[in-house]
């Protein structure tokens, strides 16, 4: 396995790129990373396991290291697929870390277009920088990939960055979810973007808009969203009991729980380890973020349980004020209103933004940090 570090520089990705289009010709297995502990938790002295091109590593929700196993077949059939969903083949701008999955697919999708990628380098995002890395792109359809957090920035700041996310005649915006009314703004600002679905072991998105690529299955059983197709990894890094709780007779059941629609449709719902079980009410802190997000002068909420000797779990709400920030209260009320008495958070506080861990994740241990303990409205 060929370990490559990854410092944001554009001769790095140069070397990843390179790599990757040797492993999906039969070379070595990749592994690129940022963080040294988490490159040696791969083990990347011993052999790769079997038909893998590359190894992605995370540190996942709970902390424990974990290595995705992909081989060349998936990462194909993946890119193959969103560019049939695209409209065809372009050339693509990486503005996510390589290292994850959501990134390194710009790779493998610029390799199969014959196409160069564009960069947008260094560290954090600024909408400056995206425009100018935007300009380097000089062919089409142009493409990019976004996390939704990248989306807001560019829709608050209104300037050359806003100007150049409408040239892209596509930006899959994936990693977390996508909200209505963050929808609502990209359509209004003319911005064209596909909101995606998918993780490590989908090989990137797999559910464009609510529908599968092709080649992709999605079963939804007992609200537990399972997927199965080509573009699925082959299991874990060294853990084969890992892979052989989530890996099944060519299905992979994800974390996530999901209602399948009469017309087809996939909805994703939220994790199944969001559920709060507080005064014996189970209650879903997807829903009472979409809720949250819904009210004015709301621009994100995060919900989390904290323990609570009298509720068991007491729910608790992290939000970003889009202004100036309402009063708790009412946020409170409308919560009630809508889902009932033991949806509505005890606590509500607010900060300039949600604390993330990895491309757009939101870091829930994070959130549960910020709040005392505790459980005063």
Not at 55 to 67: D, E, F, N, Q
Request: aromatic letters at 4%.
């Amino acid at each position: 396995m060929r370990p490559l570090p990854l410092d944001g520089s554009p001769e790095a990705l140069d070397t990843l790129k390179a790599a990757v289009a040797d492993a999906l010709g039969g070379g070595p297995a990749v592994l690129p990373f940022t963080d040294p502990a988490l490159r040696d938790a791969m083990a990347p002295g011993e052999p790769a396991e079997p038909d893998t091109a590359v190894v992605i590593a995370t540190s996942g929700s709970t902390g424990a290291p974990k290595g995705v196993l992909l081989s060349a077949r998936a990462l194909v059939a993946s890119a193959e697929a969103t560019h049939v969903r695209l409209g065809g083949p372009g050339q693509w701008l990486l503005a996510t870390p390589a290292h994850y999955i959501g990134g390194l697919q710009v790779l493998v999708r610029s390799l199969l277009a014959g196409t160069t990628p564009a960069y947008l380098t260094g560290h954090g995002f600024r909408p400056d920088d995206f425009a100018a890395a935007a300009s380097a792109l000089n062919g089409g359809p142009r493409y990019t990939a976004l996390v939704p957090t990248q989306l807001v920035r560019l829709l608050d700041d209104g300037g050359a960055g806003l100007a150049a996310a409408k040239t892209f005649d596509g930006i899959v915006v994936g990693a977390a979810a996508t909200s209505a009314a963050l929808r609502e703004r990209a359509a209004e600002a003319g911005v064209r973007i596909v909101p995606a679905y998918g993780m490590s072991e989908t090989a990137s998105g797999c559910v464009y808009d609510g529908f599968p690529l092709d080649g992709v299955r999605v079963d939804v059983e007992g609200e537990r969203v399972r997927i199965a197709g080509d573009v699925l990894a082959h299991g874990y890094r060294l853990r084969p009991d890992l892979t052989a709780e989530s890996f099944e007779a060519g299905w992979f059941t994800t974390s996530d729980r999901g209602v399948r629609h009469a017309d087809g449709r996939i909805e994703v719902l939220g994790r199944a380890d969001d559920m709060i079980n507080t005064g014996g009410v189970k209650v879903s802190a997807n829903a009472i973020e979409r809720c949250l997000a819904a009210q004015p002068g709301v621009r994100d909420a995060c919900v989390v349980g904290l323990p609570d000797a009298e509720w068991g779990e007491a729910v608790v709400a992290l939000v970003v004020p889009d202004g100036e920030p309402r009063e708790p209260d009412e946020l409170r009320a409308a919560v009630r209103a809508e889902l009932g008495a033991a949806s509505t958070p005890k606590r509500v506080e607010y900060a300039a933004e949600l604390p993330l861990r990895g491309p757009g994740k939101i870091d829930r241990a994070a959130v549960k940090a910020r709040f005392r303990p505790g459980s005063q409205g």
